[in-house]
C-alpha cells in the first residue's frame, strides 16, 4: 500500500503542463475569432491582441487592473509575483532577432509604426524602409547631382547584425557605418520599454502590484503582460526551460494569470 507521504507527493501541482493546457485553450479561442483568421502566425495574432485598442483580453487585463474585488487584487499580486520570480529565474528566449536575452518586465516589445527613416549628415544622405512582409530596402548615397550609390542592401526582415556583417558594409568608412547602424534601428519592427517604476517621476505616480512599484500606465502593463505570457509559452515548447524549483514558481504566477483571463471567455 502507498504511504501517505506518496500520495502527499502526488498532490503538487504541475504548473508546466498546467500552463500549456491553458494555452491550448487561449489558441483555441483565438484561432476561431474572425478578427484573428487573416493571420497565420501565433506572433501576428499576439501583436494584434496587444496593440489593437477594442482588443478583448486587454479589456479584461485592464479591468483587473482597475479592480478592487478579491479577484482583481488576486491578479495585481499575481502579476508583481510573476516579476519578482523572473528575477529569480533563469528563462532565456532568443526574441525578435535579438540576442538571447533574460524574459522580464524590463524589456517590452510593442508595434513600431515607422517605417521609413530618411536622414543626411554631412552630404551622405542615408535611406531606410520597411516594406511589405517585413523586408527591409537599406541605401547610402551622396547628395550630389547626378548622386554616388555608396551602399545599398535589400533583406527579406530587420536583421541588424546582418547589416552589420554584410561586406558592403563593411567597406564603408567608420563615420558612415555608425550612422547606418544608428538610423538603421529607427525602422525596427518593434520599439522597447519598461513597465517597472524606476525613476523619480515614476516612483511619485507608481502602480502598486504586489510589492512591486509598476509605472501607472494599465495599457502598458497590459500589454506587457500578454508578451510575457507568450514568451513563457515559447520558451517552453522550445525547451528553453529547466525544470526547476525557481523556474516553476514563474509558470505558477503565469498559469493564475492565464486561467483568470480565460474564465471571463467562458
Not at 507521504?5 to 474572425?34: H, M, V
Not at 511619485?204 to 494599465?218: A, M, Q, R, W, Y
Request: charged share 25%; hydrophobic share 35%; aromatic share 12%.
Amino acid at each position: 500500500m502507498a504511504s501517505y507521504k506518496e500520495w502527499i507527493n502526488l498532490t503538487d501541482i504541475d504548473y508546466y503542463t498546467a500552463y500549456l493546457k491553458s494555452w491550448i485553450a487561449f489558441n483555441s479561442w483565438y484561432k476561431i475569432r474572425p478578427e484573428y483568421e487573416s493571420f497565420i502566425q501565433d506572433r501576428q495574432i499576439i501583436d494584434e491582441i496587444k496593440d489593437k485598442s477594442d482588443s478583448l483580453i486587454k479589456k479584461h487585463i485592464i479591468n483587473f487592473l482597475n479592480g478592487n474585488d478579491f479577484e482583481s487584487n488576486s491578479f495585481k499580486q499575481d502579476i508583481g509575483n510573476l516579476h519578482m520570480s523572473l528575477g529569480q529565474a533563469a528563462i532565456y528566449i532568443n526574441n525578435r532577432n535579438r540576442p538571447v536575452e533574460p524574459i522580464n518586465f524590463e524589456k517590452i516589445a510593442t508595434l513600431n509604426q515607422t517605417k521609413s527613416s530618411n536622414e543626411t549628415i554631412k552630404g551622405i544622405q542615408y535611406i531606410f524602409d520597411r516594406i511589405k512582409n517585413g523586408q527591409i530596402k537599406s541605401e547610402i548615397k551622396t547628395t550630389s547631382n547626378p548622386p554616388i550609390r555608396l551602399f545599398y542592401l535589400e533583406q527579406d526582415e530587420y536583421n541588424e547584425l546582418a547589416l552589420e556583417t554584410s561586406s558592403a558594409f563593411m567597406s564603408l568608412p567608420d563615420d558612415q557605418q555608425q550612422s547606418c547602424s544608428a538610423i538603421y534601428k529607427n525602422i525596427n519592427p518593434y520599439t522597447y520599454y519598461s513597465i517597472i517604476a524606476k525613476n523619480r517621476t515614476e516612483k511619485s505616480k507608481k502602480f502598486k502590484l504586489g510589492n512591486v512599484e509598476f509605472i501607472n500606465d494599465t495599457e502598458k502593463i497590459s500589454i506587457a503582460v500578454i508578451e510575457i505570457l507568450f514568451m513563457l509559452r515559447n520558451a517552453l515548447v522550445h525547451g528553453n526551460v529547466e525544470p526547476n524549483s525557481d523556474n516553476i514558481k514563474v509558470y505558477k504566477f503565469a498559469y493564475s494569470l492565464l486561467y483568470a483571463v480565460l474564465q471571463k471567455l467562458r
